[in-house]
């Protein structure tokens, strides 16, 4: 039990380095319970299918298992971790477009039945509904740079590493993506 204990408190550089040398898929099991919540939410979020994003998980662990002597410690596992999902995401959004075509047609149910007498909060979350809108229209790269940057709060410089490009096109992609969210945002608010 002390062991395990040992084991739990390692950090993931440690525990990374531990399931290479030694191949052991029990210590894998410690990475996968640190993060599959997270992985599956990031998966949910290009998903939008519980089933989906569950078969995404997995597919993301399995190929994380086989690649996970290709982390180098550049940056925070977490960080390589988000742009590895976000890659796959990436990519099988890519492999799905005309699925995710059909799912991309929009419920304005829920907008419907607001009734007009609601405060305000109806409103503001009105917007925050056609700004998901908006992200699902946009490339899933261009997504992909915005979520690392404004929701998953990373550095330039994290981008930079987990990307493996330089400052400037970091800093180009995000301009170009955030222009063309806004230009989709506006389409969809005429």
């Known amino acids: 039990m002390e062991t395990l204990n040992k084991i739990n408190k390692q950090t993931d550089e440690d525990l990374i380095k531990s399931i290479v040398s030694n191949n052991d898929t029990l210590l894998f099991e410690i990475l996968y319970d640190r993060y599959s919540m997270l992985v599956y939410n990031k998966c949910y979020g290009f998903a939008k299918d519980e089933d989906e994003a569950k078969d995404l998980t997995q597919d993301v662990f399995l190929k994380l298992f086989v690649k996970l ?3 180098k410690g550049k940056s925070k596992f977490s960080t390589w971790l988000y742009a590895f ?3 796959h995401c990436v990519n099988y959004v890519t492999r799905n477009t005309a699925k995710k075509i059909e799912k991309q047609s929009v419920d304005y149910t829920d907008i419907e039945n607001l009734s007009e007498d609601e405060d305000d909060n109806s409103f503001l979350n009105m917007k925050v509904d056609k700004l998901k809108e908006a992200l699902e229209l946009i490339s899933p790269d261009e997504k992909m740079i915005l979520l690392l940057k404004y929701q998953d ?6 981008i930079e590493s987990v990307l493996d490009i330089g400052e400037s096109a970091v800093k180009m992609r995000i301009k170009r993506a955030k222009d063309k969210l806004v230009i989709v945002y506006n389409e969809s608010h005429n």
């Open 69 to 71: 002597a290709s982390f």
């Open 85 to 87: 999902t976000y890659n």
């Open 153 to 158: 709060n990373l550095s330039i410089k994290e």
